[in-house]
């Protein structure tokens, strides 16, 4: 059993920076591509960011690209998402996911946290 665990979340003025964590047991870590993924309400999950196991390969949304970095370290177990320069519109839950592969859709993940609130005010 793969188990997520996220943290990090919280209320930022806009421009502002935050940076979220996720610690995963249960399995081997550095096999799992990890993706960091957000649900605002009223509107569909959608993908943030991605890495892939050994932290080579990254992807990122067109919307927070040059702003959110995805890292890993796997010594720690732990994926990170470091978000600076917030606008309201990133305000969401935010999910981390493990899969196999650095893909964009959250169907082709298998294992999810419960989510993090991040809040941006203006």
């Known amino acids: 059993q793969v188990q997520l665990v996220e943290s990090g979340g919280g209320l930022v003025q806009a421009g502002g920076s935050l940076k979220l964590s996720c610690v995963v047991s249960?399995?081997?870590?550095?096999?799992?591509?990890m993706g960091w993924f957000r649900q605002a309400p009223g509107k569909e999950r959608e993908f943030v960011a991605a890495?892939?196991?050994?932290?080579?390969?990254?992807d990122y949304a067109d919307s927070v690209a040059g702003r959110f970095t995805i890292s890993r370290d796997n010594a720690k177990n732990t994926v990170y998402l470091q978000m600076n320069r917030l606008k309201p519109e990133d305000a969401a839950v935010y999910y981390c996911a493990a899969g196999p592969w650095t893909l964009r859709a959250a169907t082709q993940y298998d294992y999810w946290g419960q989510g993090t609130q991040v809040t941006v005010s203006s």
């Open positions: 249960g399995r081997t870590f550095a096999n799992y591509a």
């Open positions: 890495i892939s196991g050994r932290g080579l390969n990254t």
